[in-house]
């Protein structure tokens, strides 16, 4: 879990200081780890979410979207940031996918309301 928290805060303060341009460069650079994966998708996520309960202030979808990238990718997973939109009512949302599919959300409301505007 400190590894989880450790993430959530380093997103927080990449996206407090340096707006969305900066969080969308720092996980647009961050390459998958070549080790072997000595967890599950499951689990890690799971440690985000408990991590997430422990940090001092509520992060939204892009903050602990970028933060559970970043962890799944040093375990060596290829997981992606998605940032969509819906236009009527606008709203905007992120997610993360591994291998086309959403890990983080429910699949079948997100592919039914968002367009994919960016993926990272």
Do not use: K
């Not at 080790?35 to 903050?63: H, K, M, N, S």
């Amino acid at each position: 879990m400190s590894r989880a928290w450790f993430r959530l805060a380093v997103v927080d303060a990449v996206a407090s200081i340096g707006g969305f341009a900066r969080l969308h460069r720092f996980i647009r650079r961050l390459a998958p780890r070549r080790r072997r994966q000595t967890r599950t998708v499951e689990e890690i996520r799971a440690a985000l979410d408990r991590a997430a309960v422990y940090y001092p202030r509520e992060l939204y979808c892009l903050r602990r979207s970028a933060a559970l990238t970043w962890l799944l990718r040093t375990y060596g997973y290829p997981a992606e940031l998605i940032i969509g939109a819906c236009v009527t009512p606008f709203l905007a949302h992120a997610w993360v996918e591994l291998d086309g599919r959403i890990i983080n959300d429910d699949e079948q409301r997100i592919r039914g309301t968002y367009a994919v505007l960016e993926r990272c």
